[in-house]
């Protein structure tokens, strides 16, 4: 592989971090989540599988490339993320959570298969944004225990949602949050906007349904 040694550094040190945010905010329990930083245009570094997320090192880390079979041990939720670095070279960062207002608000979106969020001025956190009139579709999956299936699944509706309209990340339904952004600052930034604004959705279906 030639991957910089620097870039796979950096993309190491941009997971190890968000592992550590997201653990701290009780949103990765019992080593869920996953989390990646794309290296280069062929390459992303992603956690193994079974890591407990707030306590990553580089050992718990894999390189992967992208248009390759993926290494034995990563995390099962893998192509998940090749997909989408594959889909959009925009992307720099992925980051997977369970955390709770996603889980709960997925589930009650599913049928509907997405949330529009609306009304907040927090949604000025989405890279793109900078109006609080401005909204945002958030899809919801099906969740599904058959992950290059469902990654295919993903993708291809994905493109069904104009650029500007899609939030940057998606709900699998009981199961969690996929958020990515341009780096992982980015990306850190936007998990901690989805969570805040789908508290505020589920408190304010609370408190009009
Ligand atoms: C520990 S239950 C959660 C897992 O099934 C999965 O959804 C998850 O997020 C972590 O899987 P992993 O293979 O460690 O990346
Ligand atoms: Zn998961």
Do not use: C
Request: hydrophobic share 45%.
């Amino acid at each position: 592989m030639s991957s910089s040694t620097q870039a796979v550094h950096e993309a190491r040190q941009q997971v190890i971090a968000a592992g550590r945010f997201a653990a701290a905010r009780g949103w990765v329990p019992a080593t869920s989540g996953n989390f990646s930083a794309r290296v280069d245009a062929h390459h992303a570094v992603v956690t193994l599988s079974g890591r407990d997320k707030g306590q990553l090192t580089e050992a718990d880390l894999a390189l992967v490339a992208l248009a390759e079979p993926l290494p034995a041990g990563l995390s099962a939720e893998a192509p998940l993320h090749i997909a989408r670095y594959r889909a959009d070279p925009a992307i720099g960062a992925i980051f997977h959570v369970h955390a709770v207002n996603a889980a709960v608000i997925s589930r009650r979106h599913e049928q509907q298969g997405e949330i529009k969020v609306a009304g907040w001025e927090l949604l000025k956190a989405f890279a793109g944004i900078h109006t609080h009139t401005q909204s945002v579709r958030v899809p919801v999956f099906a969740n599904s225990q058959d992950i290059p299936t469902l990654a295919g699944q993903v993708e291809q509706r994905l493109q069904d949602f104009p650029a500007d309209a899609l939030a940057p990340g998606y709900l699998l339904a009981g199961h969690g949050l996929y958020a990515w952004g341009r780096n992982g600052a980015e990306a850190q930034r936007h998990l901690e906007a989805f969570d805040a604004l789908l508290q505020l959705q589920l408190e304010w279906e609370r408190i009009t349904a």
